[in-house]
């Protein structure tokens, strides 16, 4: 499943590289529900080296900012932080 594809932005079956973003190795998967079922963003990301795995859904119905997945990344490597300092 982790199978490289070979174009630096995917791996296998739709686990994604994340790794520029937190400075490790990173991978996982997001997305965003659809318009029929609303407003959310959703990210998993493994960090293997940390041994830790965050999984976050957000809910943007009310999301005043331009880009719910910079919001979603910055939590996520505050969830990171918090798992690090213990």
Known sequence: ??????D??????????FSD??????????????VTTCCSVIRLVALPK?????????????FSGPDPFGAMTQLTLELRDAVARG
């Open 50 to 62: 940390e041994g830790v795995v965050i999984s976050v859904q957000a809910d943007t119905g009310s």
């Open 1 to 6: 499943m982790t199978a490289s594809h070979g």
């Open 21 to 34: 973003m937190y400075g490790t190795l990173a991978v996982g998967h997001e997305g965003e529900s659809s």
């Open 8 to 17: 630096g932005e995917s791996y296998g079956l739709a686990v994604m590289n």
